[in-house]
C-alpha cells in the first residue's frame, strides 16, 4: 500500500469513527431528552444503550475488518474526538446558564 492510500484510508477511518461517534451521542441526547416524559425511564435508558453499543461494535467491527489495525485505531481517536468535543461543549452550556442564572 502506498503511503497516500494509508492516509486516504486513515483519514476515512477517522471520519467514519467521528461519524458514529456524533450518532452514537446523538442517540444518547435524544434519550435523556424523552426520559422526563417516559412512563419507563429504565426501560428506555437500558434498549438505548443496547441499540447504541450494538450499532457503535458493529461499526468498529466492519471498519477494522476493512481498515486492519491502524484504520480502527483512528476510528477510535475520531470518535473519542466526537465525545470530547461534545462533553466541552456541554461543560461550556452549563457554565453559561449557571452563570445567567446567578446574574438575573
Known amino acids: 500500500m502506498t503511503d497516500l492510500a494509508l492516509w486516504m484510508q486513515l483519514a476515512g477511518s477517522f471520519a467514519a469513527g467521528g461519524l ?4 452514537y451521542f446523538r442517540g444518547l441526547r435524544l434519550t435523556l431528552d424523552r426520559l422526563p416524559a417516559s412512563r ?30 491502524h484504520g480502527l485505531a483512528a476510528a477510535l481517536l475520531g470518535f473519542i474526538g466526537v465525545r470530547t468535543a461534545i462533553v466541552r461543549r456541554a461543560r461550556r452550556e452549563t457554565q453559561l446558564a449557571e452563570a445567567m442564572r446567578k446574574s438575573g
Open 40 to 69: 419507563r425511564p429504565g426501560t428506555l435508558v437500558l434498549l438505548s444503550f443496547v441499540v447504541r453499543a450494538v450499532a457503535a461494535v458493529a461499526a468498529f467491527a466492519l471498519i477494522a475488518q476493512a481498515a486492519q489495525g
Open 20 to 23: 458514529l461517534g456524533w450518532l
